[in-house]
């Protein structure tokens, strides 16, 4: 491996033990030493490739919120204006993929927003930003038109998100027991159903009513 090479490994190793340590631990309860245990480099090497912690705090947010973008399937629904009943599977498909995989990138936002409040925003608003304007423009016509209830379009743009990403933690809390769902699926086919029902209940609260999710997701 040249040097090219291996101090780019290094970088991820680093990037992705903090990741876990500051998600687990917040900010300042994480150390640089115990960073660089965890990524198996010394804390020498650790320091030529970043100068200070809160870079590698910057470094593993960037990396957890990268790549974060609309799938196609759904860019295009919107873009064509397609029912709710669309465009509500296929966006609540998105987050439950987003809870699932990347458990530690809320984490890692909330412990920015409380110890380094400041510039957490800004790099939220950097990459999520374009994300839920598109959602917040898609529910606000919606609404406008007539095809979903006479809703904040903003609050419910917050509420979508929240709800998948809390939900199974907060139920815990609330019934004293184990995640609600064994699987994504599962997941995605409440949620579906729960906000259907919200939003058009006339329509969707009849007996037997099921989301169209297909049987077989993608990988």
């Known amino acids: 491996m040249n040097s090219s090479s291996k101090s780019s490994d290094h970088v991820s190793k680093i990037i992705h033990a903090a990741a876990q340590l500051f998600a687990r631990q917040g900010y300042h309860g994480t150390s640089t030493r115990e960073i660089a245990r965890i ?9 030529r490739q970043f100068e200070h912690k809160e870079e590698i705090f910057w470094a593993a947010l960037r990396s957890q919120l990268s790549g974060l973008r609309l799938r196609r399937d759904l860019i295009d629904s919107i873009a064509q204006s397609a029912e709710p009943e669309v465009v509500l599977p296929q966006l609540l498909t998105q987050l439950v993929d987003i809870a699932f995989l990347k458990p530690d990138l809320l984490r890692l936002v909330a412990v920015g927003l409380i110890e380094l409040n ?6 939220c608003y950097e990459y999520l930003s374009p994300i839920f304007s598109t959602v917040y423009r898609y529910l606000a016509t919606n609404i406008e038109i007539g095809r979903l209830r006479k809703l904040n379009p903003s609050m419910l743009t917050a509420a979508l998100t929240t709800v998948v990403m809390v939900h199974s933690e907060f139920s815990k809390f609330i019934a004293g027991a184990a995640p609600p769902y064994t699987d994504s699926r599962e997941a995605i086919q409440a949620y579906t159903k729960f906000w259907l029902d919200i939003l058009m209940p006339h329509q969707y609260s009849e007996p037997g009513f099921t989301t169209g999710i297909p049987e077989s997701l993608p990988d």
Request: aromatic fraction near 14%; avoid cysteine; hydrophobic fraction near 45%.
């Open 118 to 123: 400041w510039k957490t925003k800004a790099v």
């Open 39 to 47: 990524a198996e480099v010394s804390e020498n090497t650790l320091f």
